[in-house]
């Protein structure tokens, strides 16, 4: 087998970070859909067994499931755009605590999703709320103490993730900043109206986007560097050089 040029290898890594970008962007977008699309009502009422039952519970829980692959996915993006940087080291650690992390919260999102379905589903068949009485077995037994490491670990990720971007002196320090913030109120925004969960994932998708697409934190000043380089004493730029600037 023989090994791969640089130039290949170069373009791979291009080609990864651009993914993860778009993983991270869609994320955000799925996890600012999640909360405004999922019903929400009295779930102990006949109106909670319609909800539960009813398809945009599973479409939102879907798509936050999605939303939440895709974030373990953009990490990677971000560990190989912050190689040969301060916060490389640290990026790792953040892209495997991400992965656990995510692994542990869809657990419990499947039974979120498809066990309070199927029991809205016979409720609604029944025209009881008897069924109901089972959500809180479903919700807070074992399956809880999963769920809060997951998301412990989710909220452990982003940060360890935004203080990479603050040592790499590659990115917009401050890019990370909302996207750690969003992650670590995770938690806390479950026991918010719907109203408050909508702002948390708006929070949430404008960290995401941040990330997804930041200002280099050095390029202005390359720009900067470069057009005083290339200006002749008359002012004037060649169009070759014009041309290396747009290029760059």
């Not at 994320?27 to 945009?56: H, K, T, V």
């Not at 029944?126 to 989710?154: C, K, M, N, W």
Request: glycine share 8%.
């Amino acid at each position: 087998m023989t090994a791969a040029s640089p130039s290949r290898e170069r373009a791979a890594s291009s080609s990864a970070v651009r993914l993860g970008a778009l993983s991270l962007a869609l994320s955000g977008i799925l996890f600012l859909l999640y909360p405004a699309l999922r019903p929400f009502s009295n779930e102990a009422s006949f109106q909670g067994a319609l909800a539960f039952a009813s398809p945009s519970w599973v479409l939102a829980h879907m798509l936050a499931a999605v939303g939440f692959i895709l974030l373990a996915l953009s990490l990677l993006g971000l560990r190989i755009a912050l190689q040969k940087t301060a916060g490389e080291r640290l990026a790792s650690v953040a892209l495997v605590v991400t992965w656990i992390g995510v692994g542990l919260t869809l657990l419990y999102y499947g039974a979120e999703t498809f066990a309070l379905h199927a029991l809205g589903q016979q409720a609604v068949t029944q025209h009881s709320t008897e069924l109901l009485t089972l959500v809180d077995a479903i919700r807070y037994g074992p399956a809880i103490f999963v769920f809060a490491v997951g998301l412990l670990l989710l909220a452990v990720g982003p940060i360890l993730a935004a203080i990479a971007i603050w040592r790499s002196g590659t990115l917009s320090r401050w890019s990370g900043i909302p996207f750690a913030l969003g992650f670590a109120l995770y938690i806390p925004q479950f026991f918010g109206t719907q109203p408050i969960r909508v702002a948390h994932g708006l929070l949430v998708a404008l960290g995401c986007l941040w990330v997804a697409c930041p200002r280099d934190a050095q390029r202005d000043e390359s720009e900067e560097a470069i057009k005083k380089a290339v200006v002749h004493p008359s002012g004037q730029e060649t169009r070759d050089e014009r041309r290396k600037c747009m290029y760059k």
